[in-house]
């Protein structure tokens, strides 16, 4: 709702001329290339795909035109609006309906299974982090207990009743940092933090729900690669900063020897993480051992660092993690006894009236955030280059994660939403390939149910839990967050950082460099930095550290109307195209060479 009040009160440009937008794909001949000059119109490769757009405007009035009119590429079937209430989600069912019972038989199958351990072992390793994170900072207000419950129930509820199953729910680095902000909040105010956040909780269901039943999850379509590739560093580096802030900080706690060998247990999980990451791409063992290998480097790590935890003994003290019995909540500190205490699940709002309009307005950065992060997730995993073959389907997950965060805060529990790399990367590993290309994916709700039941059933079994070391959680979070931005991993923007260091006869030949002067593309590189400045910039402004999410409200009008006075429609298309350092190796040198030259 702010977006589009935004964009209305600062839309004063003309039409944009339509440029042409080529995809550059492996498979694609130059001939190829020229027919899409001739035939597609597009000013940037949108995250949404390359549909070519049409002058048929959608359903919504107004909103539809201008939707249409600045929306930098055709907008899905499956997001536009029908001009009628609740119509998104139940266009959502009835597409779906037809895939219920092959929902459930195609995920009797081997690569369900794996896939599913696969995802699991990478979510539940970084949800527990992040609670031990919410933990540390609430003084045990809200911790592992709250985490894995609300993505274990939200996750099997999403799962079996969205028509969008396959996103990975969960609560994610931003929510971890909002949740703690949340906590200082109710700090500086004097109020009971379980009231605001429950009101919170109220608002930001409340305003998910309208979004989904007005089907305004279409003006994600207004968003580029220019937002996506800063906010997926933004998250990635809010991972990291998590995790070396709790090696930092427990220098200042306990002995140095304690503290030194959690820095060694958290630095060998993060190198051993990376170094097994990358070893499908080596020549050793077969092929199927290396991948294997490569899909459960994460696991493989920690499960190594626990056991060389417990080699000193009694010499060395090792933190670990502290959970409750019975599916209990965390016990939180209390100050007056120096004892962990226990608390009752049911919350409930509660607290002044003040209290309702603080959590109104802390609610509105939190649902532009979930905007973001479940739309853009969304997309990102039903792309068709996935081989995603059941359609693809928005409103009714967003309608459901708005029902997750209006019900979850009132028993405590974080908010949740889909999650950025992981929902993609989910699906790639229930994928058959065959000489590079993509045979079968196994779509299904069984694949999800098994990952978010396995992170319910494992409060049952806490004494296993608390053999992870405090140390081996902060390797957890660093590395989920430097994969997410190391060069050549998909992430453009990381990749022209990196070209700001590199002399221009050294560019690989990708459209960023090649439809762009150096100077232009450097230019942009920086622009994005400044953007991600302001987003860490707004983490330091105490109280109104709440508010990140707006600034990146902010990128989108940014990219939309700023950019294009001083970048060219042409310069735009390269420098927002869909090709990373990632596909570089996919991407024929030859025939880009030979287009751009034309």
Same mark, same amino acid.
């Given at each position: 709702?702010?977006?589009?009040?935004?964009?209305?009160?600062?839309?004063?440009?003309?039409?944009?001329?339509? /440029?042409?937008? /080529?995809?550059?794909?492996?498979?694609?001949?130059?001939?190829?290339?020229?027919?899409?000059?001739?035939?597609?119109?597009?000013?940037?490769?949108? +995250?949404?795909?390359?549909?070519?757009?049409?002058?048929?405007?959608?359903?919504?009035?107004?909103?539809?035109? %201008?939707?249409?009119?600045?929306?930098?590429?055709?907008?899905?079937?499956?997001?536009?609006?029908?001009?009628?209430?609740?119509?998104?989600?139940?266009?959502?069912?009835?597409?779906? !309906?037809?895939?219920?019972?092959?929902?459930?038989?195609?995920?009797?199958?081997?690569?369900?299974?794996?896939?599913?351990?696969?995802?699991?072992?990478?979510? %539940?390793?970084?949800?527990?982090?992040?609670?031990?994170?919410?933990?540390?900072?609430?003084?045990?207000?809200?911790?592992?207990?709250?985490?894995?419950?609300?993505?274990?129930?939200?996750?099997?509820?999403?799962?079996?009743?969205?028509?969008?199953?396959?996103?990975?729910?969960?609560?994610?680095?931003?929510?971890?940092?909002?949740?703690?902000?949340?906590?200082?909040?109710?700090?500086?105010?004097?109020?009971?933090? %379980?009231?605001?956040?429950?009101?919170?909780?109220?608002?930001?269901?409340?305003?998910?729900?309208?979004?989904?039943?007005?089907?305004?999850?279409?003006?994600?379509? +207004?968003?580029? !690669?220019?937002?996506?590739?800063?906010?997926?560093?933004?998250?990635?580096?809010?991972?990291?900063?998590?995790?070396?802030?709790?090696?930092?900080?427990?220098?200042?706690?306990?002995?140095?020897?304690?503290?030194?060998?959690?820095?060694? +247990?958290?630095?060998?999980?993060?190198?051993?993480?990376?170094?097994?990451?990358?070893?499908?791409? *080596?020549?050793?063992?077969?092929?199927?051992i290396r991948q294997t290998i490569a899909d459960y480097a994460l696991a493989i790590s920690v499960f190594t660092a626990i056991g060389v935890s417990y080699y000193p003994g009694s010499r060395v003290g090792?933190?670990?993690?502290?959970?409750?019995?019975?599916?209990?909540?965390?016990?939180?500190?209390?100050?007056?006894?120096?004892?962990?205490?226990?608390?009752?699940?049911?919350?409930?709002?509660?607290?002044?009236?003040?209290?309702?309009?603080?959590?109104?307005?802390?609610?509105?950065?939190?649902?532009?955030? %979930?905007?973001?992060?479940?739309?853009?997730?969304?997309?990102?995993?039903?792309?068709?280059?996935?081989?995603?073959?059941?359609?693809?389907?928005?409103?009714?997950?967003?309608?459901?994660?708005?029902?997750?965060?209006?019900?979850?805060?009132?028993?405590?529990?974080?908010?949740?939403?889909?999650?950025?790399?992981?929902?993609?990367?989910?699906?790639?590993?229930?994928?058959?390939?065959?000489?590079?290309?993509?045979?079968?994916?196994?779509?299904? !709700?069984?694949?999800?149910?098994?990952?978010?039941?396995?992170?319910?059933?494992?409060?049952?079994?806490?004494?296993?839990?608390? *053999?992870?070391?405090?140390?081996?959680?902060?390797?957890?979070?660093?590395? /989920? $967050?430097?994969?997410?931005?190391?060069?050549?991993?998909?992430?453009?923007?990381?990749?022209? /950082?990196?070209?700001?260091?590199?002399?221009?006869?050294?560019?690989?030949?990708?459209?960023?460099?090649?439809?762009?002067?150096? *100077?232009?593309?450097?230019?942009?590189?920086?622009?994005?930095?400044?953007?991600?400045?302001?987003?860490?910039?707004?983490?330091? *402004?105490?109280?109104?550290?709440?508010?990140?999410? +707006?600034?990146?409200?902010?990128?989108?009008?940014?990219?939309?109307?700023?950019?294009?006075?001083?970048?060219?429609? #042409? #310069?735009?298309?390269?420098?927002?195209?869909?090709?990373?350092?990632?596909?570089?190796?996919?991407?024929? $040198?030859?025939?880009?060479?030979?287009?751009?030259?034309?």
């Amino acid at each position: 709702l702010l977006l589009l009040l935004l964009l209305r009160l600062t839309h004063t440009m003309k039409d944009k001329e339509e /440029v042409f937008h /080529v995809d550059i794909s492996p498979h694609k001949s130059i001939n190829d290339f020229e027919s899409e000059k001739r035939n597609m119109a597009s000013d940037s490769t949108p +995250l949404l795909g390359s549909a070519i757009k049409d002058t048929e405007l959608s359903a919504g009035g107004v909103e539809g035109s %201008f939707l249409e009119r600045n929306s930098p590429a055709e907008i899905p079937e499956a997001l536009r609006r029908t001009g009628v209430i609740f119509g998104g989600i139940r266009r959502d069912y009835n597409q779906r !309906r037809q895939f219920w019972k092959s929902d459930i038989l195609d995920g009797f199958t081997a690569k369900t299974l794996s896939g599913s351990l696969f995802m699991f072992f990478a979510t %539940f390793a970084s949800t527990i982090a992040l609670g031990d994170v919410a933990d540390r900072v609430t003084g045990g207000v809200v911790g592992i207990s709250e985490y894995l419950m609300m993505q274990g129930i939200s996750g099997i509820l999403h799962s079996l009743f969205s028509a969008c199953p396959m996103p990975i729910l969960r609560p994610t680095g931003p929510i971890t940092a909002f949740m703690t902000d949340l906590f200082a909040l109710s700090e500086n105010l004097e109020v009971e933090y %379980f009231g605001l956040l429950a009101w919170t909780g109220i608002w930001v269901g409340f305003f998910l729900i309208v979004i989904a039943s007005l089907d305004l999850s279409a003006y994600i379509c +207004l968003c580029t !690669r220019f937002l996506h590739d800063i906010y997926a560093v933004f998250v990635c580096t809010i991972y990291i900063t998590d995790g070396v802030g709790g090696v930092y900080e427990r220098f200042a706690k306990v002995e140095w020897c304690e503290a030194q060998f959690a820095l060694t +247990l958290s630095f060998s999980v993060i190198v051993a993480s990376v170094i097994l990451s990358y070893f499908g791409r *080596t020549r050793v063992f077969t092929k199927r051992i290396r991948q294997t290998i490569a899909d459960y480097a994460l696991a493989i790590s920690v499960f190594t660092a626990i056991g060389v935890s417990y080699y000193p003994g009694s010499r060395v003290g090792v933190s670990r993690l502290h959970l409750p019995r019975d599916y209990q909540p965390t016990y939180y500190y209390n100050e007056t006894t120096g004892e962990y205490d226990p608390r009752s699940w049911w919350q409930g709002p509660n607290g002044p009236g003040m209290v309702v309009g603080v959590a109104l307005l802390a609610s509105i950065p939190i649902v532009a955030l %979930f905007f973001f992060d479940q739309l853009f997730s969304c997309i990102l995993g039903q792309k068709a280059e996935l081989g995603i073959k059941k359609g693809e389907y928005y409103h009714s997950s967003f309608f459901l994660i708005g029902i997750f965060n209006m019900v979850g805060p009132l028993f405590g529990l974080p908010f949740v939403t889909a999650s950025l790399p992981h929902s993609p990367q989910f699906v790639k590993s229930l994928t058959d390939w065959e000489d590079g290309r993509i045979v079968r994916v196994h779509e299904s !709700r069984v694949a999800p149910f098994l990952v978010y039941l396995g992170c319910f059933l494992a409060l049952a079994i806490p004494t296993m839990l608390e *053999t992870i070391p405090d140390g081996v959680v902060n390797g957890i979070l660093t590395y /989920v $967050g430097l994969a997410g931005i190391l060069p050549g991993e998909g992430n453009q923007f990381i990749d022209r /950082v990196v070209l700001l260091f590199t002399h221009p006869e050294d560019y690989p030949k990708m459209p960023y460099t090649q439809l762009a002067s150096p *100077t232009k593309m450097n230019m942009y590189t920086v622009i994005q930095l400044l953007c991600l400045a302001a987003c860490w910039g707004m983490r330091f *402004t105490g109280p109104f550290a709440l508010a990140f999410p +707006l600034v990146v409200v902010l990128f989108v009008p940014i990219r939309l109307w700023l950019l294009p006075k001083f970048f060219t429609q #042409e #310069e735009l298309r390269g420098l927002d195209s869909e090709h990373s350092a990632a596909n570089f190796g996919q991407i024929p $040198g030859s025939a880009i060479a030979r287009y751009t030259a034309d």
